[in-house]
C-alpha cells in the first residue's frame, strides 16, 4: 500500500536560516505529491503539489521537486520567517488533484525564532 | 460559508456512547472527505462521498463507524459504542469535484472517557 515517511521534528530555526524537511514515499504507479501547513488553531492547508515526475511545487516561497528515482518530495525554504512556525504534512494521491484518499506522514512541527 | 464547517468542536462522551460529528462542506462542492488524526499522527482516511453516495469507505476501522451524506450537502459522520481509542481529531474536507484539491476544515476535537 502507499505510505509517506517524513522526518521527525520539532525543527528549530533562527530567523532566516535555510528549510528542509524530508519526505520519502512508498506508492504503486504514479502518485501526486502534496504538502500540507498546519498553522497554530488553523485548519490543514494546501502549501503545494506536483503531479509528475521531476515536476517543482512552490508557494511562499517554498519549494519541493518530485523525484521519481529517488521517491522524494522534500520541502525547501531558503529563508524561513517566525509567520512559518507550523506542522508541516507530506501526503500523496492517486489522483492528480488530490480527491479520492490522501495518504500522509506524521507531521514535522517547525518553530522558527527570532 | 466561506469555508468547510465541522460542528461540535469539541466533544467529550463517556466509552460507549454514540457520538455524531457533522460537517457542512463548501458550497457547490460535489466531493467530501472524512479523516480521523490520533496525537503525534498525520491524518488517516476514513471515507469520501462523491454526491450522496459513498465513493469508498475502505478506511472505516469497524462497524461501529458510519457516515452519510442524505443531500449531497451535509455530512454526519456516527460513532456507536465509543472506546477510548476512537479519541482524536476528526477532520473533514471537501473539493468541487473527485480529482480537484480538497479544502479541509478546522476538526473536531472528540475525547471518550
Known amino acids: 500500500g502507499n505510505s509517506v515517511t517524513q522526518m521527525e521534528g520539532p525543527v528549530t530555526l533562527s530567523e532566516e536560516a535555510f528549510l528542509t524537511i524530508n519526505c520519502t514515499y512508498t506508492?504503486?504507479?504514479?502518485?501526486?505529491l502534496f504538502w500540507y501547513v498546519q498553522y497554530p488553531g488553523e485548519g490543514l492547508q494546501l502549501l503545494l503539489k506536483?503531479?509528475?515526475?521531476?515536476d517543482k511545487g512552490s508557494n511562499k516561497g517554498f519549494e519541493a521537486t518530485y523525484r521519481k528515482e529517488t521517491t522524494s518530495f522534500h520541502l525547501e525554504k531558503g529563508s524561513v520567517q517566525v509567520s512559518d512556525s507550523a506542522v508541516y504534512f507530506c501526503a500523496l494521491s492517486d489522483r492528480a488533484g488530490g480527491g479520492n484518499k490522501l495518504t500522509f506522514g506524521t507531521g514535522t512541527q517547525l518553530k522558527v525564532e527570532l | 460559508g466561506a469555508g468547510v464547517s465541522q460542528t461540535p468542536s469539541n466533544k467529550v462522551t463517556e466509552k460507549g456512547k454514540y457520538v455524531e460529528l457533522r460537517c457542512d462542506p463548501i458550497s457547490g462542492h460535489t466531493a467530501l472527505y472524512w479523516y480521523r488524526q490520533s496525537l503525534g499522527q498525520g491524518p488517516e482516511f476514513l471515507i469520501y462521498f462523491q454526491g450522496t453516495g459513498a465513493a469508498d469507505d475502505s478506511g472505516l476501522p469497524n462497524d461501529r463507524f458510519f457516515a452519510v451524506r442524505p443531500e449531497g450537502s451535509v455530512s454526519t459522520l456516527k460513532i456507536q459504542r465509543t472506546e477510548r481509542g476512537d479519541s482524536a481529531v476528526y477532520l473533514c474536507?471537501?473539493?468541487?469535484?473527485?480529482?480537484?484539491?480538497?479544502?479541509f476544515g478546522q476538526g473536531t476535537r472528540l475525547t471518550v472517557v
Open positions: 506536483a503531479t509528475k515526475a521531476d
Open positions: 506508492a504503486t504507479g504514479y502518485p501526486s
Open positions: 474536507a471537501s473539493s468541487p469535484t473527485v480529482g480537484t484539491e480538497a479544502f
